[in-house]
C-alpha cells in the first residue's frame, strides 16, 4: 500500500512527497528461488522495504 501527498501553495509552484510499503510488509517466501535471493522479484511490493520520496518543483 502506498501514500501520495501532492501541495501545491501558489500556482507555480508544488511540493510532493510518497510512501512505499507504509505497512513495511515482508516479501512473500518463494521456495523456488530461496536458495538465490530469498524472495519473488517479481513481486516489488514489499522487496526494498518502506520507500520515501520527496521533491518540489517550480514552473517558469
Known amino acids: 500500500m502506498g501514500l501520495v501527498l501532492?501541495?501545491?501553495?501558489?500556482?507555480?509552484w508544488e511540493?510532493?512527497?510518497s510512501i512505499q510499503n507504509v505497512f513495511d510488509k515482508l516479501p512473500p517466501l518463494d521456495?523456488?528461488?530461496y536458495g538465490a535471493t530469498s524472495y519473488n522479484p517479481l513481486d516489488?511490493?514489499?522487496a526494498?522495504?518502506?520507500f520515501f520520496t520527496l521533491g518540489a518543483k517550480v514552473s517558469f
Open 48 to 50: 526494498i522495504g518502506r
Open 44 to 46: 516489488y511490493y514489499g
Open 15 to 17: 511540493v510532493f512527497g
Open 31 to 33: 521456495p523456488l528461488t
Open 6 to 12: 501532492r501541495w501545491k501553495p501558489q500556482p507555480r
